[in-house]
């Protein structure tokens, strides 16, 4: 199973992006799926999740401004952001939790994705 993160990239303050990641290969399903960010020398972050039945949840400094999203039919997750913020630079990461065979769940990391927010 791999996942390709895609969507980074430079913006400006109140500028908004669209992070997309995909997974691929011997998938039976998939369960939550999530984003995560991290800046040197701070700890990884979950950022936001979905839930295999569609439930979210957002770390509280992103509420109101990102939307997670995901499309089962094409194994993907999305991250909008929105109103971007200084703040939100970091390199960004998903990551889902994939059955490969019923019953066998395992969590699977893309690549990260840069995203720059500039002032």
């Known amino acids: 199973v791999q996942l390709q993160a895609s969507g980074g990239g430079l913006v400006q303050a109140g500028g908004s992006l669209r992070l997309s990641c995909t997974a691929s290969?011997?998938?039976?399903?998939?369960?939550?799926m999530a984003w995560y960010r991290q800046v040197p020398q701070k700890q990884r972050e979950l950022v936001a999740a979905?839930?295999?039945?569609?439930?979210?949840s957002y770390e509280d400094s992103v509420k109101g401004r990102f939307t997670i999203s995901r499309d089962n039919a094409k194994n993907t997750v999305y991250l909008r952001m929105n109103s971007l913020k200084p703040e939100d630079t970091a390199i960004y990461s998903c990551?889902?939790?994939?059955?490969?065979?019923?019953?066998?769940?395992?969590?699977?990391w893309g690549q990260g994705t840069l995203v720059t927010v500039s002032s």
């Open positions: 979905v839930t295999g039945s569609g439930a979210t």
């Open positions: 290969g011997n998938i039976f399903a998939i369960n939550a």
């Open positions: 990551a889902a939790e994939v059955q490969d065979v019923p019953g066998n769940p395992r969590v699977y």
